[in-house]
């Protein structure tokens, strides 16, 4: 459904479709759809050859035009992992990406601290590393974490290869759901030591089976079925609002949740709909378990075929379906409690949010589409360096009560003085609006610059030469003493500078963007302050050309294993000499660089 500028609104399939389409022309029809006929100009029909192709055809054309009356899902975070690296002594380390065959992986994780956590849980069972694979090869002595008993310090040659792979091998098994064969193992182990009076390395084992032990009684969801992997997934619905959570099961054990709330949806979210748009938006890009629990009554049949991508699809197990029961119904019920709390939770942040949303709108007299506040969009301005050095310009996007994350922009600015914060701002602010970029995205109805009149004076030329509106442009000028609720905020249509107070709410959503774009374009200076760096230790270095560069970080396996080697070290590497090793050693550890006949 397309509206007269060619906007998509809405995006459906459907079987019988006179009937799907005239059922919108019925009397009695909600709010939403009452809006959204209004705006509606014309129908586009696309046939396929199943219903499994529409499912997917649907959802793809909901993620590339995100239409507004859509039940739309959008997360700029892929999950994390917990890896086991590819090296004889694999590490065991927090990662999120794409995956590789040559290294294994457990997940995936809803969330960071999930992984930090069961990573905590192998140090103290296990005993397993967690250092990069550079602080490993070249430590002298065991770190602080043998000496709390968190790693069996295979660096310096305390524990064998093979015994440290069995202990590898020990902590996947444990996170596949195999405790007890891994208890069990570690028993008879214990008892065979003990007989062969070798009493040390029992003790070992048997503090082993203590710290695992506990581990089992903190871990209180736990399962000894058949399902080792499965995710559970609630919805819940109240007061015009939707939330889904997501509770990832993988080997038995419960891992937590991850809660999703609609981008967009109707007055009254109906649960079917809600669950079906998750379940065929996820699992487009994220693979599936064999096992699916949910809390509504929905048509499995369609999504089992998209699901099953060619191969085999997954169980789906329904309230009032024979196999839910015990195991699964509790992790259900934990899934619908949380699911009630995260949506509580969101509408009283969102209650104090919208009601900021609403008072900058007053107190600025914005127009935004179709008079609803949820569509007010704005992007915000600020220029980070440090001396002149690595400047970056950051954008970042306010819309829907909440900061767009995934569509934040960063501009590393070239071709101009260090330290010209103006020039700077105009090389942003033309990249964003000019003609090209703006055809990707949508105008804001407010721009927000960090700074006072001299930075708007740049963006009103800018803005004046590509001919948009200057009552979009607004300068946040920093009070006396730089105190929160002594701002000035400064127009440049000609209007005089305005001070809200400290007690605006207006203000203080003005604030949160402003600051949430001075911590992006800092974080996004350093890093690339940080890179520039480290390439120029050895790019401004007489003798260094990039063959050699790379052979050396290859060889020491990046920069911070070159820095920890001695000059003969360095001096080993092929076409290197020693003569040129010193003067790299120098350069690395900020001494003075011998010239060419320095002995």
């Not at 794409?98 to 992986?105: G, I, L, N, P």
């Not at 710290?211 to 089992?216: E, K, S, W």
């Not at 939707?242 to 891992?255: D, E, P, T």
């Not at 560069?549 to 290859?554: G, M, N």
Request: hydrophobic share 40%; net charge positive.
């Amino acid at each position: 459904m397309l509206a007269a500028d060619g906007t998509v609104l809405y995006v459906g399939k459907a079987r019988d479709l006179k009937k799907r389409v005239a059922s919108y022309f019925n009397k009695g029809v909600a709010p939403r759809t009452a809006l959204m006929l209004q705006q509606l100009a014309a129908i586009e029909t696309t046939v396929t050859r199943s219903e499994a192709e529409a499912l997917l055809l649907e959802n793809n054309l909901i993620k590339a035009h995100a239409p507004r009356f859509n039940v739309l899902f959008r997360d700029d975070k892929s999950y994390p992992y917990l890896k086991f690296s590819d090296h004889p002594f694999p590490r065991i380390a927090y990662y999120r990406g794409a995956t590789d065959r040559r290294a294994r992986y457990f997940g995936p994780f809803p969330n960071a601290w999930a992984v930090k956590d069961s990573i905590r849980e192998l140090q103290k069972v296990f005993r397993l590393r967690t250092c990069d694979d550079t602080s490993f090869a070249h430590r002298a002595r065991p770190c602080l974490l043998y000496q709390i008993q968190r790693c069996s310090a295979p660096c310096v040659g305390l524990i064998d290869a093979e015994s440290y792979a069995q202990d590898v091998e020990r902590a996947l098994r444990f996170l596949r759901g195999q405790s007890r064969e891994v208890t069990a193992e570690l028993e008879a182990r214990m008892q065979a030591l003990a007989a062969e009076l070798k009493f040390e390395q029992a003790a070992v084992v048997r503090d082993q089976l203590g710290a695992l032990a506990r581990v089992l009684h903190q871990q209180a969801v736990d399962t000894t079925g058949a399902d080792t992997d499965a995710d559970v997934i609630a919805v819940a619905c109240e007061g015009g609002a939707a939330c889904v959570n997501l509770a990832l099961v993988r080997g038995g054990r419960h891992l937590g949740d991850r809660a999703y709330f609609p981008l967009r949806g109707g007055e009254q979210p109906d649960g079917a709909e809600v669950l079906e748009a998750f379940v065929s938006q996820h699992y487009l890009e994220q693979p599936c378990p064999p096992l699916l629990i949910v809390n509504v009554a929905v048509d499995t049949v369609e999504l089992r075929q998209m699901l099953a991508g060619g191969g085999r699809a997954p169980q789906i197990l329904r309230v009032g379906d024979a196999g839910l029961k015990g195991q699964r119904r509790r992790w259900l019920e934990m899934a619908e409690e949380n699911a009630r709390l995260a949506l509580a939770r969101r509408q009283a942040e969102q209650g104090s949010q919208q009601a900021r949303t609403r008072a900058l709108i007053d107190a600025l007299g914005l127009e935004v589409p179709d008079g609803d506040p949820a569509r007010l969009r704005v992007e915000c301005f600020d220029v980070s360096h440090t001396m002149g050095e690595a400047t970056q310009a950051a954008c970042v996007v306010y819309e829907h009560h909440a900061m767009r994350t995934a569509e934040y922009r960063r501009f590393n600015i070239e071709g101009i003085t260090g330290g010209d914060d103006y020039a700077a701002l105009r090389q942003a602010l033309q990249r964003r609006y000019a003609a090209p970029a703006r055809g990707e995205g949508v105008l804001p109805q407010l721009v927000l610059i960090d700074g006072g009149a001299g930075q708007v004076a740049v963006a009103r030329q800018v803005f004046e030469e590509l001919g948009l509106d200057l009552a979009l442009l607004v300068g946040v000028a920093k009070g006396e003493e730089r105190k929160f609720g002594r701002e000035e905020l400064v127009f440049a249509d000609g209007r005089p500078p305005l001070q809200l107070g400290r007690d605006s709410p207006a203000l203080a959503l003005i604030a949160q963007i402003r600051d949430e774009a001075h911590r992006f374009a800092i974080t996004g200076m350093r890093a690339r302050r940080a890179k520039a760096r480290k390439t120029s230790q050895l790019e401004e270095l007489e003798g260094i050309g990039p063959k050699r560069r790379q052979r050396l970080l290859a060889h020491f396996g990046g920069l911070r294993g070159l820095q920890a080697a001695s000059i003969e070290d360095i001096a080993r590497v092929e076409g290197l000499s020693r003569n040129l090793a010193t003067r790299i050693y120098a350069r690395l550890h900020g001494q003075t660089v011998p010239t060419e006949n320095a002995s």
